[in-house]
């Protein structure tokens, strides 16, 4: 064997003599390979955004064939990345746990039950030597109408979900999660509207600063007073003001870079 | 029958059980506390009533550890529903459950023969019951007191105990909210009922 550590890559049945599953490594992997995805808990509701990249001209991205943000429940709104097809799997499970619930006790599910019964799904399939872990992230925005509260929670490959004041994660999350410390949303939340211009901001920043980039469509969605505390879409004038405002505050952000670098 | 007040619910119910004209306990509690702050109310067949509280405990007590949370009235009155209508065909069960929870406070839920599942501003049950509905729709106000409910409470029982053959025994109220619950016993010498009493 070339090193201590090969071989043990084939299944995530096994534990590598350090103690780790390569399955799982590698289906995080290629969640870092997808396009980015953001969520930002406000102090007003929850905000999710994602840029996906066109790959052909030819694609019709807004026909929703290609879609990344998903409604799983009234009060449930899922961003996902990775495998695509993988990220519905998970998404086909939150609305058949949330279904479930309501049919059971009559009342919505708890983001917090809804996020640990999905990472206790997708930890299943790290178990079994027969079975592939998911190639793919969801991250939840949730609304709690018993307790008026929101969450927003990561759940990656390995199936732990953790809870987030922001997250970022698919390709290019370092550097999207440095800006999101930057906005010190765990000691001072903003609101949704800015949330929505921010998130915009980063993933037009993150887009500028890869290199050979393919053309990106934005898909924006929110949980807030002003979409009823159910999940929709940010709507479109929102939306159009906000990506002048991003547009501008990256361009005004370059000139004061260049100005630094001639100093 | 449950009765709600400013910031909570009374429920209130006789103590007999008969198997025909037998009474086999004249001193039972159908009063079933379900968690911390709901309760039932039991009517009909003593053993399903007993097997459907004990299910409902369960499953509201797996929903407290789930959710870390105490359940919502509304919660256990869907939970009763689904397994009353599911087991319609081999239940008699007439079910109110009651309590107080802090989404939406004090509330009353009662839960027909047939599986269907009321919100009501009071509601009354089991055979004595059509014998206070006059008296409850004339006496019934919201915004009572917790004393002026659990007082209405057992005055309609003592009514219903004394002219329906298959309730009597004891009087026995449990006042619900959000400072936890208050149980009271009247023994069956000292029946509020009045001003005169027919027997």
């Known amino acids: 064997m070339a090193s201590s550590g090969s071989g043990y890559d084939l299944s995530s049945s096994t ?3 350090d103690g780790r599953i390569f399955q799982v ?28 990249p066109i790959n052909h001209k ?32 998970l998404v086909q499970r939150l609305v058949e746990e949330s279904a479930d619930w309501q049919e059971q006790y009559g009342s919505k599910i708890p983001p917090g039950v809804l996020g640990e019964r999905l990472g206790t799904y997708a930890h299943y399939f790290t178990l079994h030597g027969a079975l592939r872990p998911f190639g793919a992230a969801a991250v939840i925005a949730g609304y709690d109408p018993d307790t008026k509260e929101c969450s927003l929670q990561l759940l990656e490959p390995n199936g732990a979900p953790y809870m987030y004041y922001g997250v970022a994660t698919g390709k290019g999350k370092q550097a999207a999660k440095t800006e999101l410390e930057k906005l010190n949303l765990h000691k001072a939340p903003i609101l949704a509207e800015d949330a929505v211009k921010q998130i915009l901001r980063i993933l037009y920043l993150l887009h500028a600063e890869q290199k050979d980039a393919k053309p990106i469509e934005i898909e924006l969605s929110w949980i807030c007073e002003a979409s009823g505390w159910t999940h929709q879409g940010v709507p479109k004038d929102l939306l159009k003001t906000s990506q002048e405002w991003a547009k501008e505050q990256l361009e005004q952000e370059e000139e004061e870079g260049n100005g630094r670098r001639l100093n | 029958m449950a009765l709600p007040f400013k910031g909570g619910v ?3 119910a006789d103590s007999r059980t008969s198997t025909g004209s037998y009474v086999a306990n004249r001193v039972s509690d159908k009063l079933v ?50 397994l009353i209508y599911n087991n319609k065909d081999q239940l008699q069960a007439g079910v109110i459950i009651a309590g107080w929870d802090a989404v939406h406070g004090g509330s009353v839920y009662t839960i027909t023969l047939g599986g269907s599942c009321l919100e009501l501003p009071f509601a009354t049950g089991g055979s004595g019951s059509i014998f206070v509905a006059g008296l409850l729709d004339a006496e019934f106000r919201q915004e009572m007191t917790q004393e002026e409910a659990r007082t209405l409470a057992k005055k309609a029982c003592a009514h ?7 309730s009597g025994g004891v009087i ?6 959000s400072e936890g619950v208050d149980r009271d016993y ?5 029946l509020p009922f009045g001003p005169s009493a027919p027997f």
């Open chain 1, 15 to 17: 534990f590598s003599p």
């Open chain 1, 25 to 52: 490594e590698y289906a995080t992997k290629a969640v870092e390979n997808a396009g980015p995805v953001l969520g930002i808990k406000c102090s007003n509701g929850v905000v999710l955004g994602c840029a996906k």
């Open chain 1, 58 to 89: 030819m694609v019709v991205a807004t026909t929703g064939s290609y879609k990344r943000i998903h409604t799983c429940d009234t009060h449930i709104g899922c961003a996902s990345t990775g495998f695509l097809p993988d990220a519905r799997v």
């Open chain 2, 10 to 12: 009374v429920v209130c």
């Open chain 2, 33 to 82: 506390q379900l968690s911390d702050n709901i309760y039932a109310c039991r009517s009909g067949s003593a053993a399903d009533t007993q097997a459907l509280t004990d299910y409902v405990h369960y499953y509201l007590n797996s929903w407290s550890l789930d959710t870390g949370r105490q359940p919502t009235v509304k919660t256990a009155a869907h939970l009763m529903r689904r």
């Open chain 2, 160 to 166: 219903a105990m004394t002219r329906d053959g298959s």
């Open chain 2, 172 to 177: 026995r109220t449990v006042a619900i909210s």
């Open chain 2, 186 to 190: 009247t023994p069956g010498n000292e």
